[in-house]
C-alpha cells in the first residue's frame, strides 16, 4: 500500500444521458430541475443559520448537509425507476459516497446566506427559525431524515468528475417516490465518506471533514439536476387498509403510552396497480399526523403500529382516526375510519415528602463554631462530623462546597452539643461519614462498636491529600488499622501532609434487622479522648447483592496485583472493566487466550479470570460471591488476525478485508460463546468492544491499528465499519448457539448519526453525557426496540470539585432512563500522589503508606450514587413505573439540572456533567425522604436485573417514532 495515490473507493460510473427540455420516450431518462436547495450547518455558532440564497451547496460530513427538492407532482401517476443527481463541483474537492434521504418535515429553503438567522427559514436546528422544531419540542434536523422519523435513504459512490467537473450520484428510486407520494418533502443529501486519509509507508496524512462544494440551483448553467427514468404508468390507488386490534406482539407500546397519546395499528394493503403501496397519511380528529410519526409501508399484510402524541387529546376517552395508503406513484386509495382509544396513564409524582427544615439540624451561620473537644488538656484537637460527601481543604480549613461555621456545630448528621451522629441506612448498605479535625492529632485510634448488633461492621481510613493548584486537596484514602496507633496528617516528606486532617468512617448494615441502634464511637489521642454516640437507624428493606444500577469504572491497564482492583471496585459496589488491548492493536499480555489460527488454548486465560466470573475471587467480601458484572473481551479488528496483509485501503470495511479475515473474527467469536457457555460463566456481560481510532496513526502508520473511529465513531464510515465487525460477532454467536451473555458494545459519542448501522446488533450501548440529554427520546427509542443497556459515559469530577456530582450525575441518568454510569478512566498512577488526577478513582499502592491499592474519597461517592439509585428502583417497582417516567418529578423535586462542562482534554472532550448548586444536604434530604416512605411501602428486594441475557434472547421488536 505504499506510494501516494488515495486509498479507498470503489467508484460507481452510472449515467444516463437524455434530452433537455425536451419530452422522453417511455422508459428513456428525463432531466428535471431542482427547484429549491439550501445547505445547514451543525457547527454551535451556524446552527441557526440559513444559506437558502447560496449560490453554492456545502456537504462535509456530520457538519453540514445539503436539502433539494423538485417538481414531484409531474410524476404523479408514473412509476420511477432509476434516477441520478448531476451536480457541478465548485472547488477542488470531490465528492465520494453520498447518502439521499427523504425528509419527514416540510422546510424553508430561505434566502439567506453566510448563515445568517432568518426567520421563518429552516436551519438545522428549525424547520422554521426561530420556533418551529423539525418534529418534536428541541428536536433537530436529523430527527427526520437518515433513518429516523420513519425515512428512507439509500447511499451510492459518486462517479469520476467529468472534465467540467460534473459528477453524478445514483438515488434510490424509493427517495423519489416518496417525494411524489407527499411521504417527503424532497431529500437531503450527506457526505459519507467524510474524512479522508493517504499513506505513504509510515507517513500518515489525515483530512478531517473536507469541504465539498457544489454549485446550487440558483447557478442555471451549472445548477445541479435530475435524470429521472419512469418505468411504467400507475393511476390506480392502494386498497383500504384494515385495522388490527391489540398491541403488536414484543412492542410494549401500551406500557409506554402517557396521558392523551394513543396507538392505531393496520395492516399494509395491497396496491391495485403497478407502484406499490409506499406509506399513508393519518389525520386525528381531521388533523394530519405529522410526517415523522406516520411510517412508510413494509411487505403487504405487513403489521403497521403508528403512535400518536401531540394533540390535545382527551385521556381515557376515544378518538377518530382516519388512514389513507398512498401507492409510489402518488395513487391515494380509500379513506379508513377507527377509533382508538387515548392513554389517561399519568406517571406518578416522587412518593413521600422531605424531611422538615429543622431535622437538618445545621445551626446558624452567625453562630460561633464549638467544635467537640478530643480531651481536656488546653490546646487539644477539636473535632466535627460532616457528610461523606463533604470536602474539607486541609490549609485553609473551607469546604466543598462552602458551609457556613455553623454547619460544622449542626448538621443533618452532626449535633456537637449532644455528641452525637445520626445515620439512616437500608440492610446491606454502606453508610459513611467523616470526622475533620482544626488540628494535627498524634497516637490517634478511633472504634465503633455497637454492643445490640454485632452485624453491624465499621472501617475508618485517613483522607490523605495530593497536590492542587495553590491548596492540598483531600482525595486518597488510606485505611486506618483499629488496634494500631497513628499520627494524622500522615506524612511522608511532607506530600501528605495536612493541617487539618480528616478521618472517613463507614459502616456496612449487612443482615440487620430493621430497627434503631447506639454505637459509639471513641476517638482517643495523645492529648485525650472523647466518646460520642452513632445512632443508626436500619429501615425496613434491603439493597440487593446483585447491582440493578451499574457505576462501570473503565481503565486501560492495570499493574501485577490486578485482583486487589477488582476486589476494591467490587466492595464499593462498583464494576472495574479493563480494555485489554491497546490502539497499536496489541493484546496486553495474558489477556487473551493463546490462538493458534483454528482454535484457543484457554489454560491460563481462564485460570487468570474464572475466579471473576463464578464470583470466588469476592467471597469474603459485602457482596459475597457476586461474579464481575462486566469483562471485555480481547476481540478487536486486529486480534485474532492482524489488519496488516488483510487489508486493502478501503474506506468501507465491508469490502476492505479479505474473507479469511472476517471467517477468523466469526469463528473466534463463535469458540469463545461455547467456551464461556461450558464453564457456566453466565453471570457476567462480555463484551466484544472496538475501542481504537485512526487518530493514533496520525504520528505514524504504525503507531495505530484502526483506520476507522471505532471509539466515538463521527463518520458514515465508521459507523459502517462497526456494522461490519458487529456482524461478523452475531454470526459467530448465531453458529455457537449458547446462552452466554456476549454482547456487542459500542462507545457512542453521536447518537444521532448512527441510522440504522448497528440496529439488531448493539447491545451495550455507552453514550457520551451530553449527547444522551439532548437525544434521549431517540437513544430510549433504541433501547426499547433492540433490547440495550444503556450507559452514560464522561469524566468525573476532579479533586477540587465537589463529589456531589458522581452522586447528581447517577441520578440525573436514572432519571432519563440510563442503566448506568461510566468515568472513562479510573486507574490512577504514582504520579497520582504527587498531583490532583481527575482520572485515579482508585490509587495504586504507595510505600510507607499501604501496600495495596486505595479507594478515593471519590469513589465513596460512586457507592453513594450507587445505592441512592437502589433506593430509585425500589419506589419505582412499588408504585409500578419506569425511571424516566418518574425521572421529571424527581429532577423538579431535586433541582436536579446537569450541563456539559469542559475538563480541557485536547482529543474530543467527553467533558464532566455539572449540577451547580446541589448539596450534600440536598441529597440526603432526597435519601431521608425515600427511606422513610420504603421503610413503610417496599415491595421487597429489586428482583436480579435481567443483564445475563444472551442477545438472541433480547427483545427485538421494532420501536415507535423511527
Known sequence: MAGCRRIGLALLVAMWVGGVGVTARAGEPERVKITRDTWVSTHPGEARGNNGGSSRLKLK??????????????????IIGKATLHVRLADAERLWRVTASTVASPWVEGSSTDYREEAGASSYLFAQTPDVPWAY?????????????????????????????????????????????????????????????????????????PNRRFFAHEQSASAPYLMITADGKDDTGPEAVRFLSGPRSGSGTEDR????????????????????????????????????????????????????????????????????????????????????????RVPPKLPGTFPADGETGQAAATKQPEWLAIGKQPGSARMAVVDALDKQLPDSGKTIPEHPAGYFVENHLWSARKKTVRLYGARNELVAFQMLFDKPVKEATFTLSFPDMKSIT????????????????????????????????LSRDGALGATRPAVLVELHTGDTKPGTYTGRLQVTTAQGQTTCDVVLTVWNFELPDQLTF??????????????????????????????????????????????????????????????????????????????????????????????????????????????????????????????LAGKSWKRTMFHVFLNNKVDFKKNGWGRGSSVWLLDEPANWQDYAALAFFGKAFKEGLQQAKSDVAMLYRCDISRPEWQRDALDQLLDYNVVAGEPFLIYNRLVLERKRAFGQVVMVYGTTNHPAESNVQPVAWALDTWSHGGDGILPWQTVGTAESWKRADALALLYPGLEGAHDG????????????????????????????????????????????????????????DAGVMDYGPMTPQSLWRLKRRLGTWLDRNSAGPVAARDWFQSPSTRAKSRGLGR
Open 61 to 78: 460530513s456530520i457538519q453540514e448537509m445539503a436539502l433539494l427538492d423538485f417538481d414531484a407532482a409531474a410524476f404523479r401517476g408514473r
Open 137 to 209: 419540542p428541541g428536536s433537530r434536523l436529523n430527527a427526520v431524515m437518515l433513518g429516523l422519523g420513519h425515512t428512507l435513504w439509500g447511499s451510492a459512490d459518486a462517479s469520476e468528475p467529468d472534465g467540467e467537473r460534473w459528477q453524478t450520484i445514483a438515488i434510490d428510486p424509493r427517495v423519489l417516490r416518496a417525494c411524489v407520494a407527499g411521504t417527503s418533502s424532497g431529500f437531503v443529501l450527506f457526505d459519507d465518506t467524510g474524512s479522508e486519509w493517504t499513506r505513504m509507508g509510515e507517513r500518515f496524512e489525515y483530512r478531517l471533514f
Open 257 to 344: 403510552l402517557l396521558a392523551g397519546e394513543a396507538v392505531v395499528r393496520w395492516e399494509t394493503p395491497a396496491d391495485r396497480g403497478e407502484a406499490g403501496t409506499l406509506g399513508y397519511e393519518v389525520l386525528v380528529q381531521g388533523v394530519p399526523l405529522p410526517r415523522y410519526l406516520v411510517p412508510h409501508a413494509g411487505a403487504v399484510g405487513e403489521p403497521v403500529e403508528c403512535r400518536i402524541e401531540g394533540f390535545p387529546l382527551q385521556p381515557g376517552g376515544e378518538v377518530p382516526v382516519d388512514v389513507v395508503a398512498i401507492d409510489a406513484a402518488g395513487n391515494r386509495g380509500p379513506v379508513a375510519t377507527t377509533r382508538v382509544r387515548v392513554s389517561a
Open 458 to 489: 465499621a472501617e475508618f481510613a485517613a483522607v490523605s491529600t495530593v497536590g492542587g493548584d495553590g491548596s492540598r486537596l483531600p482525595d486518597p484514602l488510606v485505611p486506618i488499622s483499629a488496634s494500631k496507633p497513628i499520627n494524622l496528617p
Open 550 to 675: 451499574l457505576p462501570e469504572l473503565n481503565c486501560y491497564d492495570l499493574p501485577a496485583n490486578e485482583r486487589e482492583y477488582y476486589r476494591l471496585a467490587h466492595r464499593h459496589r462498583t464494576v472495574l472493566n479493563r480494555v485489554p488491548y491497546y490502539q497499536r492493536g496489541t493484546v496486553a499480555e495474558g489477556c487473551a487466550p493463546q490462538w493458534d489460527g483454528k482454535r484457543f488454548d484457554w489454560s491460563a486465560w481462564d485460570q487468570r479470570f474464572g475466579a471473576y466470573f463464578d464470583g470466588s475471587a469476592f467471597a469474603d467480601l459485602p457482596r459475597a460471591g457476586v461474579p464481575l458484572e462486566l469483562f471485555y473481551l480481547p476481540l478487536h479488528e486486529n486480534w485474532p488476525t492482524p489488519m496488516e496483509g488483510n487489508f486493502n485501503g478501503s474506506y468501507w470495511a465491508e469490502s476492505a478485508f479479505l474473507a479469511s479475515y472476517r471467517e477468523a473474527f466469526v469463528e473466534a467469536s463463535r469458540q469463545y460463546a461455547e467456551h
Open 853 to 908: 491499592p486505595v479507594a478515593s474519597i471519590r469513589l465513596k461517592a460512586y457507592t453513594r450514587a450507587q445505592q441512592d439509585v437502589e433506593y430509585l428502583q425500589l419506589v419505582a417497582r412499588a408504585v409500578g413505573c419506569r425511571p424516566e417516567e418518574l425521572g421529571p418529578s424527581l429532577r423538579t423535586e431535586l433541582g436536579l439540572v446537569g450541563r456539559k462542562k469542559s475538563t480541557g482534554w485536547a482529543g474530543e
